[in-house]
């Protein structure tokens, strides 16, 4: 177990799992902001870790985003300064090199789904909610919210949310695909583990490269990015995971990935 600021992490075999810490609702300081940063470069340098598994310490609160005391005095400096601090942040998470597990465990508002939006992937469990209420305090989600979330839900159910400050429960956020699965309250985490094992049989390398060809979509016009598709292809064949994964299937065993 490694401590950062309000955040522990924990390696297991080919996952790491970051548990959120900051008690009662796991809100986000400019110290915890700098050091998810941290976390994500150190892991980013860590050949022997896959998969990253995010969670909120309980079972009430994956994260209540930011601690609304921050922008009591209207500080316009101190403004800019956790803005920035949460957009770093949560773009290294979106950027970061293997596959990260949200696992969405009680409340996650506004910067808390915010992180939640930040993974690759999302589970909730039953009793979770989420919303991003940013505009009902006049302000506005200033960590990806604006783009990540329509991109997931669409336009019509992002202005919901923001517009409209209308918080949706696991169910709901199953169904306009807002997150991937629903388990029962406690079994998340089990869940995020078993996907995690699934990554750990997949290349590490060729996983890093698809998910960057994946979220490139967002921005790049697919004339452009079925050039580099081609080109990423190509280019595993000089790594050692291309002809270790070959070789392996050919000779019916478990490839013995080396993340090279």
Known sequence: ????????LSIEGHTATL??????AHTW???????????????????????????GDGEKFFSAGADLNNFSDGDKGRAISMA???????????????????????????GGLECAL?????????????????????LLPCAGGTQNLPWLVGEGWAKRMILCGERVDADTALRIG????????????????????????????????SKALIQAARDTPPAQNLIHEREAFVKLFDTMDQ??????????????????
């Open 243 to 260: 002809r270790e994964g070959v070789q392996a299937f050919l000779e019916k065993r478990q490839p013995n990935w080396q993340n090279k």
């Open 29 to 55: 300081t400019m110290d915890s902001l700098h050091a998810l940063k941290q976390l994500i470069t150190d892991l980013n340098t860590n050949d022997d870790v896959y998969a990253l598994i995010v969670h």
């Open 178 to 209: 807002l997150v991937e699965e629903v388990t029962t309250k406690g079994e998340g985490l089990q869940a995020a583990q078993d996907l995690a094992k699934k990554v750990a049989k997949q290349s590490p390398v060729a996983v890093s490269y």
């Open 84 to 110: 920035i601090a949460f957009g770093e942040a949560f773009e290294a998470l979106s950027a970061y090199r293997g596959v990260s597990i949200a696992v969405i465990n009680g409340y996650a508002m506004g």
């Open 19 to 24: 548990t959120l810490n900051n008690p009662p």
């Open 118 to 138: 930040a993974c690759d992937i999302r589970i909730a469990e039953a009793h979770a909610q989420m919303a991003l209420p940013e505009t009902g305090v006049g």
């Open 1 to 8: 177990m490694t401590d950062y600021t309000n955040l522990q």
